[in-house]
Nanobody
């Protein structure tokens, strides 16, 4: 059973930085991509950032976080990270780690990020 466990969320003030981490079980073999999604209250889950697995990764960022957030991976440790800078209240959401394996999406339980103004 593939598992993903997020950590690093919390309550922060606007303007500060936060790093989210995601540890996954199992081999990275057959993984297409990993990434982060978020869901704010009353809204649909949305893509934040994704990174493909391979020697030349492709990055994809939501327009709202481009230039502020950075996704990174550690294939050897089966981990993915999200560096979040210049946080603002609109970033408040539950952040979910995602792993795509052979076209299927697997999710973590989520970690809450709350940004106060």
């Amino acid at each position: 059973q593939l598992q993903l466990v997020e950590s690093g969320g919390g309550l922060v003030q606007a303007g500060v930085s936060l790093i989210l981490s995601c540890a996954t079980s199992g081999s990275i073999f057959s993984t297409n991509a990993m990434g982060w999604y978020r869901q704010a209250p009353g809204k649909q889950r949305e893509l934040v950032a994704t990174i493909t697995i391979g020697s030349s990764p492709n990055y994809n960022y939501a327009a709202s976080v481009k230039g502020r957030f950075t996704i990174a991976r550690d294939n050897a440790k089966n981990m993915v990270f999200l560096q979040m800078n210049s946080l603002n209240p609109d970033d408040t959401a539950v952040y979910y780690c995602m792993r795509q394996v052979r076209g299927l999406f697997y999710w973590g339980q989520g970690t809450q990020v709350t940004v106060s103004s």
